[in-house]
């Protein structure tokens, strides 16, 4: 399959051919000289000499331009008006291109020389045509000495273009890859999330049941109303959890964002009704917060709030109070409740949980047993002006 390039080289090869023949059959740019060459076979052959190597000379530049000055000396050399000579200064532009930046300097120098050994060229074949060389030195080697370097310069010029288009290019691919790997690693980050809730909800479900199921079997004898009352706590904790689950599940499964969790005051003061419902007295102060908390945050306290709720049903004597406060950066939680005998000083899980998400969000969690009271404190910063 031909490529584009070579198909443009092909195309170039054949222009400059036709411009020069079409320069020498005209006898040159300008008035003709009497003296002059006129066209025929051999300056037809050398003229496709100095244009045709072209075809291949991103391939073999260096040989290309040696082809094209050896051919358009010789059209010197035999008094041919060769004033157009467009394949030596491709051939020299395609040169810079092609070891303007080599990382062999002796190559660079290499390259520069024979760019530059142009002008010598015509001079040594006018010589050899018996013309005056001293006579068009100044005027005429040294301005073509001057179009050659600065044919060899656009090359590397446009070398060094191309280069930082593909620095660029492979820069917005690596962007575009690390892009993808930060979303990669978020949706991974989401989905360790979820699961910590999904094991977060479950257990707290877990714990609830734990004590209502302990609490029926109790009263099952003595107070049948008591009985039935916790048994329908531990549908209505089951319910709710299994709805929360199917949520979790979803979101893990569908690989997309998960519906805001209901963290907003009246879902605490739901939260309260269900752990009060379940059998634990509860004296809750709760005020709105006047305006929407960032879903971090809320969900934060949502779960701290259940977790320690599930800490005094489970260790407490049945009874906890609990008040939140909505300051204008910040949301403080205290609950606080008597504790049983045996219960723990607050060393287990659920604590360590609750502390990494208010430390998260650059917050504070103290949990501490004293003299039969157990009393958590959270403060949850969210540094939005009220």
Same mark, same amino acid.
Do not use: K
């Given at each position: 399959?031909?490529? #584009?390039?070579?198909?443009?080289?092909?195309?170039?090869?054949?222009?400059?051919?036709?411009?020069?023949?079409?320069?020498?059959?005209?006898?040159?740019?300008?008035?003709?000289?009497?003296?002059?060459?006129?066209?025929?076979?051999? =300056?037809? +052959?050398?003229?496709?000499?100095?244009?045709?190597?072209? !075809?291949?000379?991103? #391939?073999?530049?260096? !040989?290309?331009?040696?082809?094209?000055?050896?051919?358009?000396?010789?059209?010197?050399?035999?008094?041919?008006?060769?004033?157009?000579?467009? =394949?030596?200064?491709?051939?020299?532009?395609?040169?810079?291109?092609?070891?303007?930046?080599? *990382?062999?300097?002796?190559?660079?120098?290499?390259?520069?020389?024979?760019?530059? $050994?142009?002008?010598?060229?015509?001079?040594? $074949?006018?010589?050899?045509?018996?013309?005056?060389?001293?006579?068009?030195?100044?005027?005429?080697?040294?301005?073509?000495?001057?179009?050659?370097?600065?044919?060899?310069?656009?090359?590397?010029?446009?070398?060094?273009?191309?280069?930082?288009?593909?620095?660029?290019?492979?820069?917005?691919?690596?962007?575009?890859?690390?892009?993808?790997?930060?979303?990669?690693?978020?949706?991974?980050?989401?989905?360790?999330?979820?699961?910590?809730? +999904?094991?977060?909800?479950?257990?707290?479900?877990?714990?609830?049941?734990?004590?209502?199921?302990? !609490?029926?079997? +109790?009263?099952?004898?003595?107070?049948?109303?008591?009985?039935?009352?916790?048994?329908? %706590?531990?549908?209505?904790?089951?319910?709710?959890?299994?709805?929360?689950?199917?949520?979790?599940?979803?979101?893990?499964?569908?690989?997309?964002?998960?519906? *805001?969790?209901?963290?907003?005051?009246? /879902?605490?003061?739901?939260?309260?009704?269900?752990?009060?419902?379940?059998?634990?007295?509860? %004296?809750?102060?709760?005020?709105?917060?006047?305006?929407?908390?960032?879903?971090?945050?809320?969900?934060?306290?949502?779960?701290?709030?259940?977790?320690?709720?599930?800490?005094?049903?489970?260790?407490?004597?049945?009874?906890?109070?609990?008040?939140?406060?909505?300051?204008?950066?910040?949301?403080?939680?205290?609950?606080?409740?008597?504790?049983?005998? $045996?219960?723990?000083?607050?060393?287990?899980?659920?604590?360590?949980?609750?502390?990494?998400?208010?430390?998260?969000?650059?917050?504070?969690?103290? /949990?501490?047993?004293?003299?039969?009271?157990?009393?958590?404190?959270?403060?949850?910063?969210?540094?939005?002006?009220?």
């Amino acid at each position: 399959m031909i490529r #584009r390039s070579d198909a443009l080289d092909a195309g170039l090869a054949v222009l400059a051919l036709v411009l020069s023949v079409g320069v020498l059959a005209s006898d040159g740019l300008g008035t003709p000289d009497a003296g002059v060459r006129h066209l025929d076979g051999p =300056g037809v +052959l050398l003229a496709a000499a100095t244009a045709l190597p072209l !075809a291949v000379r991103r #391939r073999a530049p260096m !040989a290309v331009c040696l082809m094209t000055f050896a051919a358009s000396g010789l059209l010197y050399r035999f008094g041919y008006p060769f004033d157009l000579p467009l =394949g030596p200064g491709i051939a020299i532009y395609t040169l810079g291109s092609a070891y303007g930046g080599d *990382p062999r300097p002796w190559r660079r120098r290499l390259a520069l020389q024979v760019a530059l $050994a142009f002008a010598p060229l015509l001079g040594f $074949a006018y010589l050899l045509r018996g013309e005056d060389v001293g006579a068009i030195l100044v005027p005429e080697l040294l301005g073509l000495a001057l179009v050659a370097a600065t044919l060899y310069l656009a090359g590397d010029r446009a070398r060094m273009r191309r280069e930082r288009m593909a620095e660029l290019e492979e820069q917005a691919r690596r962007a575009g890859r690390e892009a993808e790997r930060e979303r990669r690693l978020a949706v991974a980050e989401e989905r360790t999330r979820i699961a910590r809730e +999904l094991h977060d909800s479950a257990g707290h479900a877990i714990n609830v049941i734990l004590v209502q199921a302990g !609490a029926a079997r +109790l009263l099952h004898g003595r107070d049948p109303d008591g009985s039935r009352q916790a048994i329908s %706590a531990i549908e209505d904790v089951a319910r709710g959890t299994i709805g929360e689950i199917d949520r979790l599940v979803r979101a893990l499964r569908d690989d997309g964002p998960v519906p *805001p969790a209901p963290a907003d005051p009246t /879902a605490l003061a739901e939260l309260v009704e269900r752990h009060r419902a379940g059998g634990l007295a509860i %004296a809750a102060e709760i005020p709105p917060p006047g305006r929407a908390l960032p879903h971090g945050v809320a969900w934060a306290a949502y779960r701290i709030l259940q977790e320690a709720l599930t800490n005094a049903a489970r260790h407490g004597r049945g009874t906890a109070d609990v008040a939140v406060r909505f300051a204008a950066d910040a949301v403080d939680i205290t609950v606080t409740n008597p504790t049983a005998a $045996a219960a723990s000083t607050g060393g287990g899980h659920g604590i360590v949980g609750m502390r990494e998400r208010a430390t998260l969000l650059g917050g504070t969690l103290d /949990a501490a047993a004293e003299r039969g009271i157990f009393r958590l404190h959270a403060h949850l910063p969210h540094g939005q002006p009220a």
